[in-house]
């Protein structure tokens, strides 16, 4: 499901059967351990929905390269582009930011 808030017009997408299935998958495939049900449905999400990136600083269970290695292999799998995962500094452009000084 997807639900927009119309002021600052952001997108929220919430877990869809096919996300759950492929969170499990991912857990299942040791992509993520099994506690981190909530981390492999964020990556799950941003998959079924085509988004190009999820950007997290989460370096415990979603940015390692273990992760995004099985989590690409697991979309193929099952018919799915692999979603690049990324920090929040490898998609910010300094140069067009106030906080840049050099």
Do not use: C, W
């Amino acid at each position: 499901m997807i639900g927009l808030i119309s002021k600052y017009q952001i997108i929220v997408l919430t877990a869809s059967k096919q996300a759950n299935k492929l969170a499990q998958r991912y857990i299942k495939e040791g992509a993520f351990p099994k506690g981190s049900v909530a981390d492999a449905r964020h990556v799950a999400i941003a998959t079924v929905n085509s988004l190009d990136k999820v950007v997290s600083l989460n370096f415990r269970h979603i940015v390692k390269e273990r992760t995004i290695e099985l989590t690409g292999a697991i979309n193929t799998l099952f018919g799915y582009r692999p979603v690049k995962i990324v920090t929040p500094m490898e998609v910010i452009d300094y140069e067009k930011t106030r906080y840049h000084t050099g």
